[in-house]
């Protein structure tokens, strides 16, 4: 079965640099949700989409941003980046009917030199 | 918000033994309670979920309890193997308004064979 994609896997950026995550949902999916994870610690929520609008905001930082596209695939802008960004990045998908399952992708690994 | 407590934050048990690993959630409005599993650098696998509707489910060597008066929910794994070691969180979110799951701080399990 088709699951999340996320890319690139691996992303190593400067401080003060930009970044983009982007995430391609499961087919039919039209709920993502973006998570940061640091080490040894548990998903932070920053942000969730339904149907290409903002539907929740979690704790994204004023330098993040992002946005779902019309074929649903979303993208996480991150700007100003700073140490502390080192993380992973987690998308996760769901339909958006009465709390389906959220199904999540590889990630991203984040890496701020 | 939501406040999530997972414990134990490190279980250590014998091949074949059980392992039971509980969380505490605050949020009444709560009534989606699933289970990740998450291996080093992988990303988080749903195993088993439940709703506020059930007070039981379970999935082969997996079940997962529901105490909605207590606001609490636990996980039970038997029959372990060496496989089962990873580390496993708790998460809570609600039917409708914010969907966005909040996590426990996760649970490492070690499956000595």
């Known amino acids: 079965a088709a699951g999340v994609i996320q890319s690139p896997r691996h992303l190593i950026k400067e401080k003060r640099e930009t970044a983009t995550l982007k995430c391609y949902p499961i087919?039919?999916?039209?709920?993502v949700y973006w998570y940061q994870q640091g080490p040894g610690q548990d998903p932070q929520f920053l942000i969730s989409f339904y149907e290409k609008m903002q539907s929740d905001k979690g704790s994204i930082p004023d330098r993040f941003s992002a946005q779902q596209f019309s074929d649903y695939h979303s993208e996480l802008n991150m700007s100003s980046l700073e140490l502390g960004d080192s993380a992973l990045y987690f998308c996760a998908s769901s339909l958006g009917v009465r709390n389906q399952p959220q199904h999540f992708g590889d990630g991203t690994r984040l890496s701020i030199l | 918000g939501e406040n999530v407590e997972q414990h134990p934050s490190t279980l250590s048990v014998q091949e074949g033994d059980s392992a039971v690993i509980k969380c505490t959630y605050s949020?009444?409005?709560?009534?989606?309670f699933p289970w990740y599993k998450q291996e080093l650098g992988k990303r988080p696998q749903l195993i088993i979920d439940?709703?506020?509707?059930?007070g039981e489910k379970k999935d082969q060597r997996i079940a997962v309890t529901l105490n909605k008066t207590a606001k609490h929910f636990s996980l039970h794994i038997t029959e372990t193997q060496p496989e089962d070691s990873a580390v496993y969180f708790c998460?809570?979110?609600?039917?409708?308004?914010?969907?966005?799951?909040?996590f426990g701080s996760g649970t490492r399990l070690q499956v000595q064979p």
């Open positions: 949020d009444s409005a709560s009534n989606y």
């Open positions: 087919p039919r999916h039209d709920t």
């Open positions: 439940i709703r506020s509707n059930v």
């Open positions: 998460a809570a979110s609600r039917v409708t308004g914010r969907r966005a799951l909040t």
